[in-house]
């Protein structure tokens, strides 16, 4: 069997597992489930051309608390974050913001489970990824932020 028909094969059994992970009713959600949803937020990127990095931000917060991750970012890339959730019935918040605080998000989708943003840094330097996952049902809430460039 050829090398693409392979890869093509292990492509569609992997999106039939995740699309089954999202489908199946979550009772005890997972930081590796809010990580699963994170990275079903990327799909669409990977279409258009991101590339997904690897290493990830991940933990339980209580509903409502604002965290802050710091981060590099490059003029000249594009950068897009994912922010997933396993628990459901959740609202996110997601925007980054410049050294002065100044939201410089270009573009931002929600889902029941994922929130993305794509921006486009102005200039090379540290950047704020604001965020904060909201339940009225549960207290504390997994959730996983990954990241890709192009």
Not at 89 to 103: N, T
Request: with cysteine; glycine share 6%.
């Amino acid at each position: 069997m050829p090398l693409s028909s392979r890869f093509l094969r292990q492509c569609s059994a992997r999106l039939a597992v995740v699309a089954l992970c999202c489908t199946a009713t979550l009772s005890h959600a997972t930081v590796d489930d809010s990580h699963g949803f994170a990275m079903e937020a990327a799909m669409p990127f990977v279409e258009q051309g991101f590339i997904v990095r690897e290493d990830y931000w991940n933990g339980e917060v209580k509903s409502g608390q604002k965290l802050m991750i710091k981060h590099q970012m490059f003029k000249g890339n594009e950068y897009a974050f994912w922010l997933g959730s396993a628990n459901e019935d959740v609202v996110f918040e997601l925007k980054v913001l410049d050294e002065k605080g100044k939201e410089i998000t270009i573009d931002s989708k929600s889902s029941a489970m994922f929130s993305s943003v794509r921006v486009n840094p102005p200039k090379t330097g540290t950047y704020s990824i604001v965020f904060s996952v909201t339940s009225k049902k549960e207290v504390g809430l997994f959730w996983a932020l990954a990241y890709g460039y192009r």
